[in-house]
Nanobody, 117 residues
Framework: VQLQASGGGLAQAGGSLRLSCALS????????VAWFRQAPGKERESVAS???????PSYADSVKGRFTFSRDSAKTIYLQMNSLKPEDTAVYYC????????????WGQGTQVTVSS
């Protein structure tokens, strides 16, 4: 599976952005898709994940209630980010984990999200 991430940009605190993760190649309903982020000088952290069929969404405590998954009929999964905070500033990556795999083995390129105060 290949992933293409897009949708980052600049927002003011309290604003919104929507990230897109377009998948191509072989996907299954139980393919797990996740968003990670990495801020300068910090380790990469998991933000949210969901099964490709839309089941089992999971969000980090830091974004719960503010970020939400959605998808369309094409192979694209969206992460709607509302009530953005300056601490959400990071490079965001989408990744996929095929059924039976323990690790996220397919990664898209990063997309920069910058939130100004």
């Amino acid at each position: 599976v290949q992933l293409q991430a897009s949708g980052g940009g600049l927002a003011q605190a309290g604003g919104s952005l929507r990230l897109s993760c377009a998948l191509s190649g072989r996907t299954f309903g139980s393919t797990r898709v996740a968003w990670f982020r990495q801020a300068p000088g910090k380790e990469r952290e998991s933000v949210a994940s969901i099964y490709y069929n839309g089941a089992g969404p999971s969000y980090a405590d830091s974004v719960k209630g503010r970020f939400t998954f959605s998808r369309d009929s094409a192979k694209t999964i969206y992460l709607q980010m509302n009530s953005l905070k300056p601490e959400d500033t990071a490079v965001y990556y989408c990744a996929a984990r095929q059924p039976g795999r323990a690790d996220y083995h397919s990664w898209g390129q990063g997309t920069q999200v910058t939130v100004s105060s």
